[in-house]
């Protein structure tokens, strides 16, 4: 599968996720979407994320998420939309997996 292709499914997948976060009572907004590969390299170096980061191939998104208002902190607050957004394709994988909790991704490779 092409780049574009994985990078079309996996924005109707946050799309998805989006609507699923609304309908359950929440909000979100977008953290970070994107990363050049001087930032992945940057962080890497600090210990704050690492190189090969799919933020910078466009198959990562972090979301902030609130309820009534209040932002909710912490893994434990996206569980319920970590699972969710893992039942939406094989690829996806939660970051509260792996103490990233606000973050969702496709894996790169099938």
Do not use: M, P
């Given at each position: 599968m092409r780049l574009s292709e994985k990078q079309a499914i996996f924005a109707a997948n946050v799309a998805k996720l989006i609507l699923h976060i609304n309908d359950s009572g929440y909000t979100?907004?977008?953290?970070?979407?994107?990363?050049?590969?001087?930032?992945?390299?940057?962080?890497?170096?600090?210990?704050?994320?690492?190189?090969?980061?799919?933020?910078?191939?466009?198959?990562?998104?972090?979301?902030?998420?609130?309820?009534?208002?209040?932002?909710?902190?912490?893994?434990?607050?996206?569980?319920q939309f970590g699972e969710y957004w893992e039942t939406l394709n094989s690829l996806n994988r939660w970051g509260g997996r792996f103490s990233d909790g606000n973050h969702y991704e496709m894996k790169e490779v099938a």
């Open positions: 979100c907004t977008f953290g970070e979407a994107f990363r050049t590969t001087e930032q992945a390299e940057w962080n890497a170096k600090r210990g704050i994320g690492i190189r090969d980061s799919l933020h910078c191939i466009r198959l990562a998104i972090d979301l902030n998420l609130f309820k009534d208002g209040v932002y909710c902190f912490g893994s434990s607050s996206h569980k």
